[in-house]
C-alpha cells in the first residue's frame, strides 16, 4: 500500500529527535508539510533539515517552543499555523522519562509531568480542533506509553499522566467523530532512541539493547521508523475508519492487549 499525505500539514511535538524526528521524516516523505517542536534550536534543525531532505524544498519547518506552558503551546501553534496555512494532522508526542516511587514524587514533579505529557495536549487539541471541524478532516495522535494502561511499582507521575492521555483520546474521539477528526493514541514499548540511549549509562550500546530484548517477545528493542510506520497509517485515509484507539506498538511487550 502506497501511503501518501500530499497536501496534508501536520503539527509534530517532540520532533528533533527519536520517535517524533522519525515522524517528521516519514510524513515528509509521504507528501506533507511538517512543523516540528522542540525547545533547543541547534538540533530542532538539523532534524528540520533531515525531514526536508526526505520530502521536497519546504516541507519542514521548525518550530521552537517550550510546550509545557500555555503560553509555549499558543506559540507553537501560531508559528506552525503562520508557516504550514493550516494544521491538518496534530502529534502529541513530547515526553520524558520521568518514574519514581510515590513517595519520591514532589507536587513539583507531578505539575510538571502533567504539563508536558497531558496538558500540552489538551491545549494543543483546543487550538487545532476549529480549522480541523470546519475542513471536515482531521487527526490527532497522542504518544503515549504502556503505563497508561498497566501502571506498575516505581512509575510515578508518567503512569498517571499516560492514563489520563488515554482518557483524553477516548473523550476527545467520541467528541469528534461526527465532524471527521480521528483521536488515536500510541502506547509505546522500548525504542531505539536517545531516551533509551541515557539509560544505558556507561554500559556498550549494543548489551543494553541486549538486556533490554530479554523483556520483548518479539526479542528486539524497536527501531523509531517502526513506530513511524503506524502514525502513518493513522494519519492517513487509509486509516480513515479507526479512532478512539490506544494501540501497543512495543513488540508485544505490554501485558495488557
Ligand atoms: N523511546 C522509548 O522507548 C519510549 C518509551 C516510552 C515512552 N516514550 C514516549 O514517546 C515519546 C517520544 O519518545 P523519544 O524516546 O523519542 O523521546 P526523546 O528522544 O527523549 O525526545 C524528546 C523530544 O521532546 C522534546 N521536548 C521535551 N520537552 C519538551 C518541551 N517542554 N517542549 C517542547 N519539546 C520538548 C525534545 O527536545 P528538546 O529537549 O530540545 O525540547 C525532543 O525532541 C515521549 O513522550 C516518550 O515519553 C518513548
Aim: net charge neutral; charged share 20%.
Amino acid at each position: 500500500m502506497d501511503i501518501r499525505l500530499d497536501g496534508r500539514c501536520a503539527l509534530i511535538t517532540g520532533a528533533s529527535q527519536g520517535l517524533g524526528l522519525a515522524m517528521s521524516v516519514k510524513f515528509a516523505a509521504a507528501g506533507a508539510k511538517v512543523a516540528m517542536v522542540a525547545r533547543t534550536p541547534g538540533p530542532l534543525e538539523a532534524a528540520r533539515a533531515q525531514a526536508e531532505a526526505a520530502g521536497s524544498p519546504g516541507a519542514a519547518l521548525a518550530v521552537v517552543a517550550d510546550i509545557s506552558t500555555a503560553e509555549g503551546t499558543e506559540a507553537a501553534y501560531q508559528a506552525a499555523k503562520a508557516g504550514l496555512g493550516k494544521i491538518d494532522i496534530l502529534v502529541n508526542n513530547a515526553g520524558g522519562a520521568k518514574a519514581l516511587p510515590f513517595e519520591e514524587a514532589s507536587d513539583e514533579t507531578w505539575q510538571a509531568d502533567l504539563d508536558l505529557k497531558l496538558f500540552a495536549a489538551i491545549r494543543l487539541s483546543r487550538l487545532c480542533l476549529p480549522d480541523m471541524k470546519a475542513q471536515r478532516w482531521g487527526r490527532i495522535i497522542n504518544v503515549l506509553n504502556s503505563f497508561a494502561r498497566t501502571p506498575g511499582p516505581r512509575s510515578a507521575p508518567t503512569s498517571v499522566s499516560r492514563a489520563a492521555g488515554l482518557a483524553l483520546t477516548k473523550v476527545l474521539a467520541s467528541e469528534l467523530a461526527p465532524h471527521n477528526v480521528l483521536v488515536n493514541a500510541m502506547l509505546t514499548g522500548t525504542f531505539k532512541t536517545e531516551q533509551i540511549r541515557r539509560a544505558a549509562g556507561d554500559k556498550p550500546l549494543e548489551d543494553w539493547y541486549a538486556t533490554l530484548a530479554k523483556r520483548i517477545p518479539l526479542g528486539r528493542v524497536g527501531e523509531p521508523e517502526e513506530f513511524a510506520n503506524l502514525a502513518l497509517f493513522l494519519v492517513s485515509d487509509a486509516g480513515g475508519y479507526i479512532t478512539g484507539a490506544g494501540i501497543n506498538t512495543d513488540g508485544g511487550q505490554a501485558a495488557a492487549p
